[in-house]
């Protein structure tokens, strides 16, 4: 009875958890539509109403894909087979565990470890994580090229919606300075007391002020995403650094600017402002600094890769027999 009530209970909080977590996405539909009503329907600025139209659309299309684009977990070679899953969890030596696990990364493309330098595996999956991948534990699964749970979208961002989330933010940026700065001539007028509609001082009054504070913090979550972006770097990754076979490297994924851009965007530029997924690979290997090195050695004397050196001497060289622990 008592464990019928404590699933009840569990449920019940899940539920609850679930509900919450689109709070702040309807927090923002209502700011966004209620500016929309404001802009066009009480302010009816006809002459800037054909960009701010293309503007608006740009926005809610690149915010509804960051949404409903489904995290990409891994496929089925990185998992555990049914019998494999068995013997693992029934095998109670750890060095058979670990040894079962290193001829499964054998056979994988993955080439990052933990920070002391062990096969990374995901024991609530069941997984050999590949390289950039890690375990949400929000929305309980392993997730591609992992960058951020974003509670404002209510969704995991990583490879198959990383694309989307830099173009909404970009859009979001525009968005609101283009209010500001059509709004603001109305501003002055409010100032002066030539705005005859109360409604109206009320809509650009807030109009102005909403434009202005979501824009400063987005230009500043913009830029700093922009600058990931430019390094080929994802959040945790600069939180973290990750550890390669050959040790630690800050850079490791760094092609330089443009080819770093082409990993989120893709070759054709045509596809750089629209949200279609163009984004190169199938998200569980990607190219290395070191790999591009061996074909262009010109990348061996750019700074990043100097200051590698010096963050590599704070650890110690790895063995290329690796030991191998969970990680979640």
Not at 122 to 145: F, T, W
């Amino acid at each position: 009875m008592r464990r019928g009530w404590k699933m009840a209970l569990s449920w019940g909080l899940r539920c609850c958890r679930r509900v919450l977590s689109w709070v702040p996405v309807l927090v923002i539909v209502l700011v966004v539509l209620w500016s929309y009503y404001a802009y066009v329907f009480e302010l009816c600025l006809v002459i800037y109403l054909i960009f701010y139209h293309a503007i608006f659309v740009f926005f809610t299309w690149t915010y509804w894909k960051s949404i409903f684009t489904l995290p990409q977990q891994p496929n089925q070679k990185f998992h555990l087979s049914y019998s494999d899953k068995e013997r693992y969890e029934n095998e109670e030596r750890p060095e058979i565990q670990k040894q079962m696990l290193i001829d499964m990364a054998k056979k994988l493309p993955v080439y990052t470890r933990t920070g002391s330098g062990a096969v990374r595996f995901c024991d609530r999956c069941h997984l050999i994580k590949p390289d950039r991948c890690h375990h949400c534990s929000v929305c309980a699964m392993c997730v591609l090229k992992m960058d951020h749970h974003c509670p404002w979208v209510n969704n995991c961002i990583g490879f198959s919606n990383y694309k989307f989330f830099l173009q909404f933010l970009a859009y979001s940026v525009l968005y609101c300075l283009y209010i500001a700065t059509t709004v603001f001539n109305y501003f002055i007028k409010y100032w002066r007391g030539e705005l005859p509609s109360v409604r109206s001082k009320f809509h650009v009054l807030f109009l102005l002020f909403v434009a202005c504070m979501f824009f400063v913090s987005l230009v500043i979550l913009f830029g700093y995403h922009f600058w990931l972006l430019s390094r080929n770097k994802t959040t945790l990754e600069a939180f973290c650094t990750p550890v390669f076979t050959s040790g630690p490297e800050k850079n490791g994924f760094n092609l330089g600017f443009i080819k770093n851009i082409q990993q989120v965007f893709g070759d054709n530029k045509k596809f750089w402002l629209i949200p279609i997924g163009s984004s190169p690979g199938d998200g569980h290997s990607f190219p290395m600094r070191s790999m591009n090195e061996s074909q262009n050695p010109l990348l061996a004397n750019e700074e990043p890769w100097e200051e590698n050196e010096d963050e590599n001497r704070d650890y110690p060289e790895v063995s290329s027999s690796l030991a191998v622990e969970t990680e979640t």
